[in-house]
């Protein structure tokens, strides 16, 4: 059973040395994060020729194997070669060291510097309390050890945190990899003239829409109808295409939209109480666009709020997403932000199912 438990554990990725001042701890550095993307091989249209990629000699047209090249630094008028190994020799502590050369408060380090998250965890008991020390410490400073190491022929830039009872290390883009938007973008506002009514509507929307922090509620819809479509094509059946993007709001709009938003998002019961948390998404936005779509229509000059009025349907099935997303809200349906139309439409029937039961 042990074998069997030691097999299914992750391998580390990197083993070396955390150390701060004169204290060494060694450890073991694991992956945090999966990913879900679906995976697809390459084929020949008509085909079920996998087309691979191949290391090719340009010159020659003969494929090279893995063991005779090497890097070369293009110089401009000549290749400068670097066998593996001389990047090694040449590597911050041989590659094996996390050297802490300071601590920050976590604050400090925005978050645009954070790239990719490991686990460490101590290379043996015997570095239990060495390990825990650190850990403890650091959660009671709230600070972050700022370290740099080589891993694979690159040095990164880390912070090592003290997160859920366990040490982690994220790496960090360097300074001069962030780019300054301000040069990359030219499109940001500059001096736009925002009203105080417009600021305190939006102040308002986002106080509406306020929630908790529950990652589990939201999943990867995208996979899943990657994965459906893939399952759809194999058995010879249709997928349902996904809505059309919203419309960009009208700046004639913005305050309508923003009303509408916040009207929307608190839903029946907490209209006038400012206590809705998170049912906006989708039927916000469907609900402005109808009342734009419906004053260009009329060719009115001027925007004007739309009539609230009940919509009435015969079944779910006849409901837009929007509507749909509204009735989840207030059936208060765990999860519904990242819903698909079926998935709503499958929750709102079990839902119903269930109070048909009761009443009988």
């Known amino acids: 059973m042990q074998k069997e438990v030691a097999a299914a554990m992750a391998r580390p ?3 070396g040395a955390l150390t701060f001042g ?15 993307t679906v995976h697809f091989h390459q084929l ?11 290391r090719v000699n340009e010159r020659t047209g003969d494929e090279v194997p893995l063991d005779e090249i090497v890097k070369g630094y293009d110089a401009g008028d000549e290749y400068v070669l670097i066998e593996p190994g001389e990047l090694e020799d040449i590597a911050p502590g041989r590659s094996q060291a996390v050297e802490i050369s300071g601590f920050v408060d976590l604050e400090q380090v925005k978050p645009i510097f954070f790239d990719k998250t490991y686990y460490l965890a101590p290379k043996g008991k015997e570095y239990a309390k060495i390990y825990a020390l650190l850990e403890r410490a650091l959660a009671q400073a709230d600070k972050a050890g700022i370290a740099t190491f080589v891993m694979r022929n690159r040095q990164y830039l880390v912070a090592v945190k003290a997160e859920g009872g366990l040490l982690t290390l994220h790496t960090l883009h360097w300074a001069d990899e962030i780019r300054n938007p301000r040069e990359e973008i030219g499109s940001l506002p500059e001096n ?10 939006a102040e308002q929307l986002i106080e509406t829409l306020s929630m908790e922090w529950k990652p589990e509620e939201f999943h990867d819809t995208f996979q899943e109808q990657v994965t459906k479509l893939i399952e759809a094509k194999r058995t010879g059946e249709s997928v349902e295409k996904a809505e059309p993007p919203a419309q960009a ?29 998170s049912a906006a998404g989708d039927a916000a936005v469907a609900q402005i666009k109808d009342a734009a779509d419906k004053r260009r229509a009329d060719g009115a000059a001027k925007p ?5 009025a009940e919509k009435k349907a015969s079944s779910l099935d006849s409901l837009t997403k929007a509507e749909l997303y509204q009735r989840a809200t207030d059936a208060d349906v765990p999860g519904r932000s990242s819903m698909t139309r079926e998935e709503l439409i499958k929750a709102l029937s079990g839902k119903r199912g269930r109070r048909k039961a009761q009443a009988s």
């Open 22 to 36: 004169l204290v060494s701890l060694p450890v073991q550095m694991f992956t945090a994060t999966d990913s879900h």
């Open 304 to 308: 004007k709020p739309k009539p609230k």
């Open 192 to 201: 736009a003239d925002v009203t105080s009514r417009e600021l305190k509507m």
């Open 44 to 54: 020949q249209r008509g085909t079920s020729d996998r087309v691979r990629n191949k």
């Open 13 to 15: 990725v990197w083993s």
């Open 249 to 277: 709001t009208n700046v004639v709009d913005l305050m309508e939209a923003l009303r509408a938003s916040v009207d929307q998002a608190r839903g029946p019961e907490d209209r006038g109480k400012g206590k809705g948390k």
